[in-house]
């Protein structure tokens, strides 16, 4: 089984592609929407509550990954569990050989929430990654590491903007000491926007510190990159390209190709290292954009 470090330790573009999981998706069908990302993707990402709805806990589902020969990446996010809850997934994830780790802060219930729930944030994301590191170095829960495990990669978050002359990333500076392996940004369709953003960190050198992944959607429909850009605020979709999509006679392969053209722009920025792949309709709408991108077969 191919891992996501070694994928990153290569000269090839990295790829990774995000599981979509609510309350009815069963172990049977998680599997099966794995297997369809994993023929392009390097690593299956599991999501924490992304949609603030319960589901098959992502630790479970990263032992289902790994039972079918697939490199799971474990999202863990702050606002769900204390710091005793997240220890203790951060180390029964590593006890399975789910060694790689995407810690965030996680995003606030949405307003109207039901049942009404309250976010923890116990600790914070980069008090998070610090305390991953620290289990990972030997310094916690010693003694509870497998005897063949490659070691926790730790990786975390960060939002790609415009940013303005003479800013320095310092949070991101602060990610790599807290212990940050690889970063990963939102959604991001500005490519522009993207490059000038990555510029900074490459020229901060911190790309010599972590590996840095971009992120796409792939859209069915004018109307999902819509919905996505809504439920996910964040994230960078400019009108042109929904009017794009929307002007299309077959909105679906627009949607394909035009993931499959930014993919392309990404593979020869310099400072990238991967790209994480998501989106809110079938998952075989991400292999159709990689393998039209020509990044795999």
Same mark, same amino acid.
């Given at each position: ?61 990263a ?29 029964g ?38 305390a991953?590191a ?7 829960f ?18 790609a ?7 320095t990333?310092?949070?991101l ?18 490519l ?12 901060s ?18 109307d ?6 809504? @439920? +996910?605020?964040?994230? %960078?979709?400019?009108?042109? =390209? $929904? ?6 006679d077959?909105? #679906? /392969?627009?949607g ?10 990404i @593979? +020869?920025?310099?400072? %990238?290292?991967?790209?994480? =792949? $998501?989106?809110?309709?079938e998952?075989?709408?991400?292999? #159709? /954009? ?8």
């Amino acid at each position: 089984m191919k891992t996501l470090r070694e994928a990153l330790r290569s000269e090839e573009l990295t790829l990774t592609a995000e599981l979509s999981l609510d309350p009815r998706s069963g172990p049977e069908a998680v599997i099966e929407q794995a297997k369809t990302l994993a023929e392009v993707a390097d690593a299956v990402q599991i999501p924490d509550h992304r949609h603030s709805l319960p589901h098959l806990s992502n630790i479970a589902v990263a032992a289902l990954l790994l039972q079918n020969g697939i490199d799971p990446v474990v999202q863990m996010n702050c606002r769900d569990r204390n710091r005793v809850a997240l220890q203790s997934d951060i180390v029964g994830a590593r006890a399975l050989g789910a060694c790689n780790l995407l810690l965030l802060r996680g995003a606030n219930f949405p307003e109207g929430h039901r049942p009404k729930t309250t976010g923890v944030f116990d600790v914070s994301a980069i008090g998070l990654i610090a305390a991953a590191a620290t289990i990972r170095e030997g310094d916690a829960f010693p003694g509870t590491e497998p005897a063949d495990s490659p070691g926790l990669y730790i990786g975390t978050v960060a939002t790609a903007f415009n940013p303005a002359e003479g800013w320095t990333p310092e949070k991101l500076t602060s990610k790599a000491d807290a212990g940050a392996q690889f970063i990963q940004l939102q959604p991001c369709h500005d490519l522009e926007l993207l490059e000038a953003y990555v510029t900074k960190i490459v020229d901060s050198k911190l790309t010599w510190r972590f590996q840095l992944l971009a992120s796409l959607a792939v859209f069915p429909s004018a109307d999902a990159a819509r919905e996505f850009r809504k @439920a +996910r605020p964040d994230s %960078i979709i400019p009108s042109e =390209l $929904v009017q794009r999509i929307e002007g299309a006679d077959d909105q #679906a /392969a627009e949607g394909i190709a035009i993931a499959a053209e930014q993919l392309q722009a990404i @593979a +020869r920025m310099p400072g %990238i290292s991967g790209v994480t =792949l $998501v989106t809110p309709a079938e998952p075989d709408l991400v292999p #159709a /954009a990689v393998r039209a991108a020509g990044l795999r077969t």
